[in-house]
């Protein structure tokens, strides 16, 4: 079968660092053009708007929007809307309605779209996910604690309204949380703590709970040492304590290491997104981003001090 | 057919005013039950808690859950589990996914859960809506003021975080425009207005937008005087300015009134929801509370004076 002829949208940092090697590294695709205000990718065509993208290359088949949520509606719909597969950088939206909007037009126009979660791709996640289907679960700990002067260095879209903060990586707990837990959860109270210089949270603790009562909690702080750094998973079952550590990448149960590789989440999630074009199906999950709305709107705000980068 | 037995979960005022005179006034319900922490309905058994009822009295076939929506998660997983057709006050939960797990255990139960928006059911809605289908929409407006002392007076709840404030009322245009417009839209900006003294908003300012961009905005105001109490919804369209007033009971176009009658919205509600039930389906939008849901996950957030009742 012939490579999909992908086009990259929105090229940065992340279009950089992950997505742009992970398509010249699998034979599937074939890089055709890029669309961006600021970047561009050699030996493809370039433009500065999607549109002329899409009307001066019907060839492609596939689009990857890798530019920041608030703006990436305008060019999903339009890549939607011309008949093309679209693939979604994590969060899939600004907004979960906006999100509903492209889920029906894609399946109007019969073509793929993805909703990419990179963290469920950690290569530890789908042995934890394993482990926990057949288990009693007792409790679950989140903790996700890094620091912002090291992780997002003077990002001052992340601090603004909508820009969510903490939940930035946060989101990528709660797409491991959703995907690896064998029952759904829900939030009943939460805390946001937010700088009074900035308008999205510095850190969080959230309390959810499954339908049978089973307490989830995550502890989420942007406020620490890189030294303190941490992304686990703390899950107590009947058959020992499960860490998923290192942020989906490490797996022991009781201590015993049963999983401890290579991250390889960008490649694993265009190997994805491959088969669900071939397949004809979408995979549209917003549950992660759910959760984040629904913290936001159930949750206490606690003003704290002022974060300056 | 017999008629459906029903009982209600949550006797206080709502019940009173509105679920009991609807279900006593149709024929197709026999309320059998009714259970409450504090209050009791004559003439049926009664209980104080919802398990005690559902093993008591295996005949119930639906239950309506009248309590607020913080605590409205148990006792409709408990229905649903016991195998009952579950009808929801509005908002259908306090997050969106309870209400998912709600969505997913009616579907395995073979059971209707109804997410009741009783503004919907104005008189005037409809042939809003009918109006609305076939013209071109050019801008929304909505304006939603009203005075919380005489509205909501001493509701403490309603301040707590989760308790929504303005938007409590709020929802209710937003399950309007989610049902009378055409197209689908999403929140691009908000301002939500808090008391100093208060944790949920006492006055909101929204940007929608639809994904071709044409613009609704929404004025939600709880700080105004009886006398300029305002529910209504303004559309512009290339046959004129239609307006939809008094909180769905009114209809006008271009000042010529189309529709002027009394509210009947919880009679139809529970006709629906009788509907429903014989048809062996299931109605569950959330569509009004996830736009509430972005709301506070996008909006940014000014303090304002202090508020006492």
Same mark, same amino acid.
């Given at each position: 079968?012939?490579?999909?002829?992908?086009?990259?949208? /929105?090229? /940065?940092?992340?279009?950089?660092?992950?997505?742009?090697?992970?398509?010249?590294?699998?034979?599937?695709?074939?890089?055709?053009?890029?669309?961006?205000?600021?970047?561009?990718?050699?030996?493809?065509?370039?433009?500065?708007?999607?549109?002329?993208?899409?009307?001066?290359?019907?060839?492609?088949?596939?689009?990857?929007?890798?530019?920041?949520?608030?703006?990436?509606?305008?060019?999903?719909?339009?890549?939607?809307?011309?008949?093309?597969?679209?693939?979604?950088?994590?969060?899939?939206?600004?907004?979960?309605?906006?999100?509903?909007?492209?889920?029906? =037009?894609?399946?109007?126009?019969?073509?793929?779209?993805?909703?990419?979660?990179?963290?469920?791709?950690?290569?530890?996640?789908?042995?934890?996910?394993?482990?926990?289907?057949?288990?009693?679960?007792?409790?679950?700990?989140?903790?996700?604690?890094?620091?912002?002067?090291?992780?997002?260095?003077?990002?001052?879209?992340?601090?603004?309204?909508?820009? =969510?903060?903490?939940?930035?990586?946060?989101?990528?707990? =709660?797409?491991?949380?959703?995907?690896?837990?064998?029952?759904?959860?829900?939030?009943?109270?939460?805390?946001?703590?937010?700088?009074?210089?900035?308008?999205?949270?510095?850190?969080?603790?959230?309390?959810?709970?499954?339908?049978?009562?089973?307490?989830?909690?995550?502890?989420?702080?942007?406020?620490?040492?890189?030294?303190?750094?941490?992304?686990?998973?703390?899950?107590?079952?009947?058959?020992?304590?499960?860490?998923?550590?290192?942020?989906?990448?490490?797996?022991?149960?009781?201590?015993?290491?049963?999983?401890?590789?290579?991250?390889?989440?960008?490649?694993?999630?265009?190997?994805?997104?491959?088969?669900?074009?071939?397949?004809?199906?979408?995979?549209?999950?917003?549950?992660?981003?759910?959760?984040?709305?629904?913290?936001?709107?159930?949750?206490?705000?606690?003003?704290?001090?002022?974060?300056?980068?």
């Amino acid at each position: 079968m012939n490579p999909i002829s992908i086009a990259v949208v /929105g090229v /940065g940092k992340i279009a950089r660092d992950q997505h742009l090697p992970s398509i010249y590294n699998n034979s599937g695709y074939r890089l055709v053009a890029a669309a961006s205000r600021h970047g561009s990718v050699d030996g493809v065509e370039n433009f500065t708007d999607i549109e002329d993208m899409l009307t001066a290359m019907p060839e492609i088949e596939a689009v990857s929007l890798c530019m920041p949520p608030r703006v990436r509606f305008d060019a999903a719909y339009k890549a939607l809307d011309a008949g093309k597969h679209v693939f979604l950088e994590k969060p899939p939206g600004a907004t979960l309605s906006e999100v509903a909007i492209l889920e029906a =037009l894609a399946i109007e126009k019969n073509v793929t779209l993805f909703t990419s979660w990179h963290s469920r791709f950690g290569p530890a996640v789908e042995p934890a996910r394993a482990f926990l289907a057949d288990k009693t679960i007792s409790r679950v700990d989140i903790i996700w604690n890094e620091d912002v002067r090291r992780w997002h260095p003077n990002q001052d879209w992340i601090w603004e309204a909508g820009g =969510l903060g903490v939940f930035d990586p946060g989101i990528n707990a =709660l797409s491991i949380m959703t995907h690896i837990l064998p029952m759904p959860v829900f939030v009943t109270r939460s805390t946001l703590e937010i700088p009074e210089n900035r308008d999205a949270p510095i850190a969080a603790q959230i309390d959810f709970q499954s339908a049978s009562g089973i307490p989830v909690t995550a502890d989420m702080d942007w406020r620490r040492q890189s030294s303190d750094d941490r992304w686990d998973i703390i899950v107590e079952t009947d058959a020992g304590t499960m860490i998923l550590g290192n942020g989906g990448a490490r797996l022991s149960v009781d201590g015993v290491m049963r999983a401890d590789e290579q991250e390889t989440e960008y490649p694993t999630l265009y190997a994805r997104f491959h088969d669900l074009v071939r397949a004809g199906r979408s995979e549209v999950d917003v549950a992660p981003l759910r959760h984040i709305a629904d913290i936001f709107m159930l949750g206490s705000r606690k003003t704290v001090e002022a974060f300056y980068d």
